[in-house]
């Protein structure tokens, strides 16, 4: 038997909405799928590439020599990871439009604003605490197997003409210059990929709609850019999320897939925290303003 | 403070349990007033106003597609309304400090996630209003749904559904209650539970508004009225005020020498009408229909008082105003 007594506190607010949201997040299976799946990506890939880059290092193409990155090169799994995160994080809020639970959500916190803050802080901190666990385990993993496959230790970052140079793959150690600033960047970068994954799915509301609208952004956009001419796409294609997130993971300035130069890494991060603010502020806007 | 009696938990409670209910002002009172809502070109809910009175059952009735459960989606909050208000003991709803704890509300017993099991589904929103897990299996307990807490909700029936929600309103232990459609889908039995629930929670002092299209629903359970038809409100009274004022009484009148006593009747100013070998008269009432005839020496084998059911005055009112209504054959009378 219990007597409902006052709870201490003003109102209902934004730390009993985090609780909540963190039950939610937690209580389907979908969120689980997603966070195992992105564990086993960036550990399988962390072997997969830097096994075939090592071992192949005497082949490969001055370019790709050039390009080689010896963190980033652990972290593909990451940058494959993030449509799963960006699956992750829009399956934490569609569902509740699309069965109809918002309503219930709204009725017990009718502020909106903690509604979107809470989820948006309890997405972000798990995306965070997992993803970050995957890019370190990524990178050790990683670089063991660049060892295993003929990689040689260095010191430091190599310039662009020894790593043309080099016999074997450069490998760096975590206490190298700007390795641990990369590998950190990793899952920073799907932590923000996350958030703007979260706001597409507040303005959109369905699921189908939201991943298709993600996964346009991430994959075709890039493609399209790549059609126009050089002095268009040689300026946006380094600001689009993907590249940002090679910049994030990378400790090299490296050009990008279609020849662009990637952005610096604060510069990287600084642009994802703006996108990631703009969309989850601009779905917050809508759906502060619409009904539920 | 008012406990609820043990007797009725018998048969939905393993235990007798009862809440004392500590709340010292006075039961909230809804106010809605010249609520308007407009979905493009289409006016959903039309200049609507009227108040839920504390400590009772009001019934919210209307055809399908009148505006119901628009009219409670804006007192909750969830739509803006075009124009118009809506307060919760003078406050709109967003400034309630605690919602739950003081408004409950069942909005559709499927919007659940699938996935996700009753009671994870209750505590979830048991959390965002401070409320202990001890009463998430409380509730789960008075709505029967104790044994299944752990299945997922995408699992359950419809009538599982609609407990799942009731016991959702119930959570924070309200003193206003708001319920759409609650008997949907509902055995008879279930049907039953529901109209006890509501009485012995409008007995506690409660202010319980809850919709229904069955006017059936509304008879047995509601003591106000409030009844809408295209978004507009057409009658806002009890239940008994509303039958007596808006039915057209009538009284069945059987005898041997029936044509005579009609024409008697007529010139007495009643109208009269013949229906399966008896006289249907209006406009006079039983006794006075018995003197006539008394007068004339006319014997009768019958003089019944028909009062029309709840069901027959509602599609009287709401004929007009229904957005679906099937077509009249022709000749008949609107």
């Given amino acids: 038997m219990t007597t409902l007594l006052l709870p201490k506190g003003k109102r209902a607010g934004l730390r009993q909405q985090i609780a909540s949201e963190f039950t939610k997040l937690r209580s389907v299976r979908s969120s689980w799928v997603c966070l195992v799946l992105m564990v086993v990506l960036s550990i399988g890939f962390s072997i997969l590439f830097p096994a075939i880059i090592a071992n192949g290092w005497s082949t490969r193409s001055p370019a790709e020599r050039i390009n080689f990155d010896p963190v980033s090169v652990t972290q593909f799994g990451i940058i494959f990871g993030q449509l799963v995160i960006a699956v992750f994080a829009i399956l934490a809020i569609t569902p509740e439009f699309s069965n109809g639970s918002i309503r219930s959500t709204l009725a017990a916190q009718p502020r909106r604003s903690d509604v979107i803050a809470a989820k948006a802080i309890v997405l972000a901190v798990t995306t965070f605490v997992v993803t970050e666990i995957c890019s370190f385990a990524a990178f050790f993993v990683g670089r063991a197997v660049l060892l295993a496959f003929g990689g040689h230790a260095v010191a430091g970052e190599l310039t662009l003409a020894q790593q043309l140079k080099a016999t074997a793959a450069p490998v760096l150690s975590l206490g190298a210059p700007g390795v641990l600033q990369a590998v950190f960047g990793g899952g920073l970068y799907l932590t923000l990929i996350a958030l703007i994954a979260l706001g597409l799915g507040i303005l959109l509301r369905s699921t189908p709609g939201s991943i298709s609208l993600f996964v346009a952004l991430l994959l075709i956009i890039p493609g399209v850019f790549q059609a126009l001419p050089h002095s268009i796409s040689h300026l946006v294609e380094p600001r689009l999320p993907s590249n940002l997130g090679a910049a994030m993971t990378s400790v090299h300035v490296r050009s990008t897939d279609f020849g662009g130069q990637l952005l610096s890494p604060w510069l990287a991060v600084g642009l994802m925290v703006l996108y990631g603010v703009l969309l989850v502020g601009l779905g917050l806007w809508r759906f502060s303003r619409r009904d539920a | ?334």
């Fill in chain 2, 1 to 334: 403070m008012a406990l609820i009696a043990d007797g009725f938990w018998r048969g939905f409670a393993k235990e007798a349990c009862w809440y004392p209910r500590p709340r010292d002002e006075a039961p909230a009172v809804i106010e809605v007033r010249h609520l308007t809502k407009d979905y493009g070109t289409t006016r959903a809910v039309d200049d609507l106003s009227f108040n839920v009175e504390p400590g009772v059952v009001t019934g919210f009735l209307g055809p399908n597609g009148s505006g119901k459960s628009t009219t409670l989606r804006m007192i909750l909050g969830l739509d803006r309304p075009s124009n118009g208000t809506v307060t919760l003991d003078g406050r709109p709803y967003h400034e309630l400090r605690w919602p739950l704890r003081e408004v409950g509300a069942l909005i559709e017993a499927k919007a659940v996630h699938p996935g996700r099991s009753a009671r994870t589904h209750l505590w979830a929103l048991a959390q965002t209003n401070s409320i202990p897990k001890s009463r998430v299996e409380e509730v789960l307990e008075i709505v029967g749904l104790s044994a299944v807490a752990k299945r997922k909700v995408g699992k359950f029936s419809l009538g599982m559904s609609q407990r799942l929600g009731i016991a959702t309103a119930l959570l924070g232990d309200p003193g206003v209650l708001l319920f759409d459609e609650p008997v949907n889908g509902l055995d008879p039995e279930g049907i039953l539970w529901v109209r006890t629930l509501l009485r012995t929670l409008a007995d506690e002092g409660r202010t319980i508004f809850f919709s229904s299209h069955l006017m059936s629903e509304m008879a047995q359970t509601a003591s106000n009225l409030v009844v809408i038809g295209r978004g507009r409100l057409l009658a806002e009274t009890s239940v008994e005020n509303f039958i007596a004022s808006n039915a057209e009484r009538t009284v069945r009148v059987s005898s041997a020498r029936a044509g005579e006593l009609a024409q008697l009747l007529r010139q007495a100013n009643a109208s009269v009408r013949e229906v399966d070998g008896a006289l249907e008269v209006s406009g006079l009432e039983a006794p006075a229909i018995g003197e006539t005839a008394l007068a004339a020496g006319i014997a009768l084998s019958e003089l019944t008082p028909q009062s029309a059911s709840l069901e027959e005055v509602f599609m009287e009112l709401t004929s007009e105003s229904s957005e679906f209504s099937t077509t009249r054959p022709e000749g008949t009378q609107q």
